[in-house]
Structures are given as C-alpha cells and as structure tokens.
C-alpha cells in the first residue's frame, strides 16, 4: 500500500473541529497525530529566515493511503482554506511500521437504478499530481539544454541509422513534461499551467528544429536512410502509436509511478520526426522535409488529445464548482478540437497516400 502523510498547521481551537470532520466522513485514516507549535520558521521570498511566535498552534499529522488522500485534502481544504496561518503540505512515505493491513476489495452492493456506485480511485491526489507536473514544466536554462542535448543525440541516431543511440536520446524526454501539463491545465481549467506548458512546448519545439537545421546544413543527409525514410510517411499506425504514448504518459504521472521509461514512448512519438524535418529541411530536401511534419502535427495532436481523455477517464476535476463548470467546458472544447484536427489529419493521410499500418 503506497502512503501519504498530510501534515497541516491549525489553531488549537479548530482540533475538535478537524476530529469530528475525520470521523463523521467515515474516512479511511490510518492515524492522526497533533502536537502542539511554540513558532514556525518562514521566509518570505528574497528574504530572511524569520521565527514567528503563535499562540495556541498545533502540527497535526494525517497517515493516508495515496487512494484516499486527494478526498482527505479535499476535505481539509473546503473546511479550513479560509483559516489565518493554515498550511497543508503532503509528504510521500517509503514505510510505515506497523504495516498498515492490505484492504480487501468488498463485494458491489446493490444499489437503486438512479444511484451510481462510486469507484475508488487508485491515482494520486490532484494537488500531488499539479505539483509534479508544475515542476517538470518550468521554463529554465536546463531544459533547453536537456531538448538541445536529445536532439544532437537523436539526429546522430537518425543519420547513422542507429535505433539504439535514438531510444538513448529518448530517455531524457523534455517534451513530456510540456505535453502533460498541457492536458492537465485543460482538464483543470487552468490558464496559468496552460501557458507555462505551451510556452515551454513552443520553446522545445523551436529549439529542435533549429538544432536539427544546423546539422543538417553541415552533415550529409541520406533521405533513403530507413531512420530517416520512415519519417517521412504518416500512416494509422504512428498515429495509434502517438495515442497510446500520450495516455500511458499520463497514466504514469496520475499512478505517482516514474514517468522515465514512459517518457520515452511519447519522445519517440514527438522528437524523431521534428529532428528529421530539421535535418531535411537543412539539407534541402523540402518536400520530404513537409512529410516528417505531418507525421510529427499527427502525434503531437494525438499526444494531447489522449492526455486530455486519460485525465478525464481518471475522474480529474477542480475542487470548486465554478472551477469545475469552467474546466468541463474547457475540457470539452479541447477535446472538440483535438477530435476536429485529428480528423482533418487522418483525412489527409488517406487521401495523400496508401495506408500504412
């Protein structure tokens, strides 16, 4: 059983609140602990560290498994979110002794027609899931040093034929975090992530190419080479390949597995055929320079629209309900899109040359 401790920064006075709110929800704790703060230490940003002297503040500490935390803080949150001095932080546990006791799955109980049985989620919470995909999605110097870094490697992989160098230069995967976060920022109606997940899409995308070019216009491109050929033709298979990529990408975050070795799926789906076009557009060779596009627009497309529908799958949603009215009619006009522009896609390949599988 994975497990979470939520700790959390009260006033004394909201202890028996915060215990009939534990009990009277019938959650499924696994231990509560409170003790009592005699100052916190902060620092406000670009400042010093300060020790604050509270009066009556307490630490309380919450066991969890990862399956009941996004509920519990859920909870916490609507009750004590407008509370002076609250913080709720949580922590991942690597092991709890005594072994807390696997729960066995109890048999469905019948329930009237218009009752729908909740399922139990198995992914971690919302504010966990944000906060990995927020920090992946930074916009730094480091990241485009991880994009240039896989495209040097991926485009020696191209030329030389080489599946090998290619999957190495796919586990670095930059452009997982971007693509991710992207879906979630729709699914959540959050302009802000959004942004942040475009801008670093849109820098990373850029950058590749560029890179690629250059290479390109200085090494001898083989446009029958098969890496390299095999990128110039979009079929149905690369675009169900790029589909699976994106909802396995999200699947790993949403499990709070590590997402390395599924980042290489959706790599290999984005940066092969970007690279690709930079090389052949570097070396003159435009019109099959436009093939390796298509095939990267398709996967990029496919990408984001299997996130989004994964997220939504997973039952992701804003705790507010205006958040939530918002982020469905977001959620629904990004899938509208992504649907119309797949289509549109798809069209094209059908029409412009024989199906490939």
């Known amino acids: ?29 696994l231990g ?33 498994s990862t399956a009941n935390s996004e509920a519990v803080i859920d909870l916490l949150e609507k009750k004590f979110h407008r509370t002076e001095g609250c913080r709720l932080v949580v922590l991942p546990v690597a092991a709890s002794l005594p072994r ?36 992946t999605t930074g916009l730094s ?4 040093f991880m994009v240039v870094l896989s495209s040097i490697v991926a485009a020696i992989g191209v030329l030389r034929d080489n599946v090998a160098v290619i999957i190495g230069a796919m586990v670095i ?16 109606g959050d302009g802000s992530l959004a942004r942040r997940a475009l801008k670093a899409n849109i820098v990373g995308i850029g950058t590749a190419v560029v890179i690629s070019y250059l290479l390109g216009a200085v090494l001898t491109v083989d446009p029958t080479t098969p890496e390299i050929a095999s990128r ?8 169900a390949l790029a589909l699976a990529s994106g909802s396995a990408g999200a699947l790993a975050f949403t499990t709070g597995v590590s997402a390395t070795l599924i980042g290489v ?26 093939g390796a596009m298509l095939l990267f ?50 069209v094209i390949i059908l029409r412009s040359q024989p199906i490939s599988i």
């Open 173 to 188: 995967a930059p452009l997982l975090g971007p693509n991710v976060s992207f879906s979630l920022a729709t699914i959540l």
């Open 297 to 346: 627009v398709a996967n990029f497309i496919s990408v984001n629209l299997s996130g989004v529908a994964t997220f939504l799958a997973q039952g992701i949603r804003p705790l507010g309900w205006r958040e939530a009215k918002r982020a469905k009619r977001a959620s629904i006009v990004a899938m509208a899109l992504w649907l119309l522009m797949l289509a549109v896609l798809v």
């Open 232 to 239: 110039t033709v979009v079929g149905l298979g690369e675009v």
């Open 32 to 64: 509560v602990w409170t003790a009592p703060l005699e100052g916190i230490w902060e620092r406000p940003v670009g400042g010093v560290w300060k020790k604050t002297f509270t009066e009556r503040q307490i630490l309380v500490k919450i066991l969890v």
């Open 1 to 29: 059983m994975v497990l979470r401790m939520i700790e959390m920064v009260l006033p004394e006075e909201e202890k028996e609140g915060l215990e009939r709110l534990l009990t009277s929800n019938k959650l499924a704790v």
């Open 265 to 290: 799926m959706v790599a290999v789906a984005l940066l092969p055929p970007l690279v690709t076009f930079g090389l052949l557009m570097g070396s003159g060779h435009e019109s099959l320079a436009w």
């Open 141 to 144: 110097r480091i990241y485009v």
């Open 100 to 135: 807390p006791e696997l729960a066995e799955e109890e048999p469905e109980k019948k329930t009237l027609p218009e009752e729908k049985p909740k399922k139990k989620s198995r992914r971690i919470g919302r504010e966990e899931l944000y906060a990995d995909l927020a920090y």
